[in-house]
């Protein structure tokens, strides 16, 4: 509709419209999108944050030992995500620190501590955490988060790239858990 057919009265509906407070608009919780792809994401942030390492993990040179038993908050760590014995003792990359297996991280721990010619192909480059960070954030092939509680370890699912580049960290029963739960979803 040209300018000109524009009445006073319609012109004042934007500024009605901005005018309105957001609260107005309220949905419900069981209204909200989940969106599979980007849930692991935000897990893995929200992890980052509890082992106070959120500012460190995309930083290639960062290493650390984890001692910590308690959550910035002062509660206890969820059983999952207390350190191993090699979390403790042998410094290592953070991001090593946010996956949810403690024989995994452990395994992971060893290998990286090792020297580059013998560690699996993919664990050599100088790059390789960030690699491994990337593959577990990969949206459909990486990890996947199930469920409300990503501080459980069954609720996570190991996608396809994943598989391919650190299979040999993984213990059995996690990728048996994954098969099942990507046949729930049909894949």
């Not at 910035?72 to 996956?99: W, Y």
């Not at 190991?158 to 580049?165: H, L, P």
Request: charged fraction near 25%.
């Amino acid at each position: 509709m040209p300018a000109a057919y524009i009445t006073e009265e319609a012109s004042h509906r934007p500024m009605e419209l901005q005018n309105l407070e957001t609260s107005q608009f309220q949905f419900p919780s069981d209204a909200t999108l989940e969106v599979p792809e980007l849930k692991v994401v935000d897990v893995i942030h929200d992890i980052a944050v509890l082992l106070q390492c959120e500012d460190t993990i995309r930083n290639i040179k960062s290493i650390r030992t984890f001692t910590s038993t308690t959550c910035p908050s002062g509660h206890p760590l969820p059983t999952t995500f207390l350190p191993t014995h090699e979390q403790k003792r042998i410094p290592h990359h953070p991001v090593l620190d946010l996956l949810p297996w403690p024989p995994v991280r452990s395994k992971l721990i060893r290998v990286f501590n090792r020297s580059p010619n013998i560690r699996p192909p993919i664990a050599r480059d100088p790059l390789a955490m960030m690699t491994l960070l990337n593959n577990m954030e990969t949206p459909e092939d990486g990890l996947r988060v199930n469920g409300r509680d990503g501080y459980e370890a069954d609720n996570w699912e190991v996608g396809q790239r994943f598989f391919a580049n650190w299979w040999w960290a993984l213990e059995c029963e996690i990728v048996e858990r994954s098969s099942a739960l990507r046949v729930l979803r049909g894949k």
